[in-house]
């Protein structure tokens, strides 16, 4: 099993609509989680860390559930300028080791 | 907002050659990183620095890989005897105290093409 997968996209999806992606982890010991995005060939940017109790940053609103090791981002009300690759990245044991994983492909549509 | 910076931001070396890839990470930030990305493939960890030495490194940091802090700014990743697959975009982070829990800002990256 991977260490953090992802669904595999591309997701294509209007503007204004709601789309949720999911991440799953394999190292129950994982202690940090975030999503960034990555646009096309560019570095990948910080969109929110995801806190135990569930957070929301404006449109965007990340879960956690540790007992399915399991993350969710879901996106309300897209725009066009959210189309991006989304990753999911996790910690690997309590240490800086970053894993990332392979990314969900978001387009919006106009 | 404060940035990692890194340069240059493309570097085409013959295989066989040297390369040193520089970061300046952000200012107050105590962990570095270096991570890569093949193109079309997920990004990779690579090594982590605190302290003034290497606190993890992935099975990717080989022997031929190096890392160092030369002056109170810089943070280098060395590449030496370059192979055609080390061909990646090579992504320098650095995040604040508290490693575990912080997130770690990129820099913009350096395009590296090994000919």
């Known amino acids: 099993r991977k260490e953090v997968e992802q669904d595999p996209g591309p997701f294509n999806v209007p503007e204004g609509a709601t789309v949720a992606f999911n991440c799953t982890y394999s190292n129950s010991a994982s202690q940090s989680f975030f999503w960034y995005r990555q646009d096309c060939r560019k570095e990948p940017k910080l969109l929110m860390s995801?806190?135990?109790s569930g957070n929301e940053d404006g449109r965007f609103t990340a879960q956690l559930n540790r007992a399915s090791q399991y993350i969710s981002l879901l996106i309300r009300d897209s725009k066009l300028s959210d189309s991006a690759t989304y990753l999911c990245v996790v910690n690997r044991n309590y240490g800086q080791n970053f894993v990332f994983g392979p990314g969900t492909r978001l387009s919006v549509l106009p | 907002e404060p940035e990692v910076t890194q340069t240059p931001s493309h570097q085409v070396t013959q295989m066989g050659q040297e390369v040193i890839l520089r970061c300046v990470p952000i200012s107050n930030h105590l962990y570095f990183y270096w991570y890569r990305q093949i193109l079309g493939q997920k990004v990779e960890f690579l090594v982590s620095?605190?302290?003034?030495?290497?606190?993890?490194k992935s099975e990717i940091f080989d022997d031929q890989f190096s890392v160092e802090r030369p002056d109170g700014s810089n943070f280098t990743l060395k590449i030496r005897s370059t192979k055609l697959e080390d061909s990646a975009m090579y992504f320098c982070?650095?995040?604040?105290?508290?490693?575990?829990?912080?997130?770690?800002?990129f820099g913009d990256g350096t395009r590296l093409s090994i000919l």
């Open positions: 620095f605190y302290n003034n030495e290497i606190s993890e």
């Open positions: 982070a650095s995040s604040e105290p508290g490693p575990s829990n912080q997130p770690q800002h």
């Open positions: 995801v806190y135990s």
